[in-house]
């Protein structure tokens, strides 16, 4: 199921909210900025992903 944005997926979606909480504190900023391209928990983890791609 898809949402119209991040803010929505965040809010009906438990597990997306749980899996956004343990993102570091950049990582949400950078997702916020494009949250109106996120519309599901895979979308989320992709992003996600790729941002923190090369870390640690």
């Known amino acids: ?3 119209p944005n991040l803010n929505t997926l ?3 979606e438990p597990r ?3 899996y956004f909480d343990t993102l570091p ?3 949400q ?3 916020i900025t494009r949250g109106n391209s ?3 928990l895979d979308s989320l983890q992709s992003y996600a992903e790729n941002l923190t791609r090369g870390d640690g």
């Open 1 to 3: 199921m898809g949402y």
């Open 16 to 18: 997306a909210k749980s």
């Open 25 to 27: 504190d950049y990582v």
């Open 10 to 12: 965040l809010h009906s």
């Open 38 to 40: 996120i519309h599901s």
């Open 29 to 31: 900023s950078q997702i």
